[in-house]
């Protein structure tokens, strides 16, 4: 069955909210919500006032995960509150037996130190440290330079650009989302010719991956999307060919919205599936 987010079950509307509610509940009887670890208390809120008397929603999600954004942390105190039944699942699928990420998620939950001895070419879960004693203000040149050799590793073992997503939990800075992109453009899309139209606009290029970071109703795009540019007008718009097929052309107010997705924050990619993932932990 198709799914969809929250917000467009509810059919949102900036102007006048949500179409659904309690004087509007939505039609059906049984309601799946994934990803619930995800939920603020208000749109938890608001998405319960429109399930319809006698109806059924069972909540799935991971409590380990990154909490809300929004305030709340509604899956953790629902499933500690004692009012739902509770399953809680403790055999990992996802990884195949004896995969290391397992293993180390599952040591950190314990509050044990995970093992830092994996091959980053054969391991599924590997660690890469600078050199000891190497000094504070280098440590971050020796990331960055990290990261693109990983990125250039993989690349050459046969994995395709948009197999690879690198990750950072802070924006700024040299190791940071927007200095990482920075760099790693220049490996993932060395042919494209970055384009603005003024200062204060972001450049693109043709074959640029991008991050959609606002929800754009009318265009039928949503903040954490990913596309990548396959066309850019003179006038600012932009054509973007969505990860999921569709193609969408954004003009030159709507642009705003986008920026470079070759690395982004941790809170961006919950939920993403990709084959190799390089995240940046430092100080």
């Given at each position: 069955r198709?799914a969809r987010t ?5 059919k949102?509307n ?9 004087k509007n509940p939505l ?6 919500v994934d990803e619930?670890?995800m939920?603020d208390?208000a749109?938890a809120a608001?998405?319960l006032?429109?399930?319809p008397n006698n109806a ?8 380990d995960?990154?909490?809300s ?10 499933m500690?509150?004692g009012?739902?039944k509770?399953?809680?699942?403790t055999?990992v699928?996802?990884q195949?037996e ?5 293993e ?7 509050g044990?130190m995970p093992a ?10 590997a660690?890469i440290?600078?050199?000891?004693g ?6 971050n040149?020796?990331?960055q ?5 990983m990125?250039?590793?993989f690349?050459?073992?046969g994995?395709k650009?948009e ?5 950072s939990p802070q924006r700024d800075?040299?190791v ?7 760099s790693?453009r220049w490996?993932?899309n ?5 384009m603005s139209l003024d ?5 693109f290029?043709?074959?640029?991956r991008?991050?959609?970071t606002?929800n754009n109703?009318?265009?039928d795009?949503?903040?954490g999307?990913?596309?990548?540019v396959?066309s ?11 990860e999921d097929g ?5 003009d030159?107010?709507?642009r705003?919205s986008?920026?470079l997705?070759?690395?982004i924050?941790?809170?961006?990619s919950q ?5 190799v993932v390089?995240m940046?932990?430092?100080?």
């Amino acid at each position: 069955r198709p799914a969809r987010t929250l917000h467009r079950a509810l059919k949102y509307n900036p102007k006048e909210g949500f179409h659904h509610n309690r004087k509007n509940p939505l039609p059906g009887t049984l309601f799946v919500v994934d990803e619930s670890s995800m939920l603020d208390n208000a749109l938890a809120a608001s998405w319960l006032r429109a399930i319809p008397n006698n109806a059924r929603v069972i909540f799935v999600g991971d409590i380990d995960q990154l909490p809300s954004v929004g305030a709340g942390s509604f899956l953790k105190d629902i499933m500690q509150s004692g009012v739902s039944k509770v399953f809680r699942l403790t055999r990992v699928h996802r990884q195949a037996e004896g995969s290391l990420i397992a293993e180390a998620a599952q040591r950190i939950l314990a509050g044990k130190m995970p093992a830092l001895d994996g091959d980053p070419w054969t391991d599924d879960f590997a660690w890469i440290s600078p050199p000891n004693g190497l000094p504070s203000f280098e440590i971050n040149e020796f990331i960055q330079n990290a990261i693109s050799a990983m990125v250039e590793g993989f690349l050459k073992k046969g994995y395709k650009k948009e197999d690879i997503q690198v990750l950072s939990p802070q924006r700024d800075g040299m190791v940071g989302v927007a200095g990482l992109n920075n760099s790693l453009r220049w490996l993932l899309n060395e042919k494209g010719k970055p384009m603005s139209l003024d200062e204060e606009e972001e450049p693109f290029a043709l074959g640029d991956r991008l991050l959609v970071t606002k929800n754009n109703y009318d265009k039928d795009v949503f903040n954490g999307d990913m596309g990548v540019v396959k066309s850019l007008d003179d006038d600012g718009a932009v054509e973007l060919q969505m990860e999921d097929g569709k193609v969408v052309v954004l003009d030159r107010n709507e642009r705003k919205s986008l920026t470079l997705g070759y690395a982004i924050t941790v809170h961006k990619s919950q939920g993403g599936e990709r084959p190799v993932v390089i995240m940046k932990c430092s100080p």
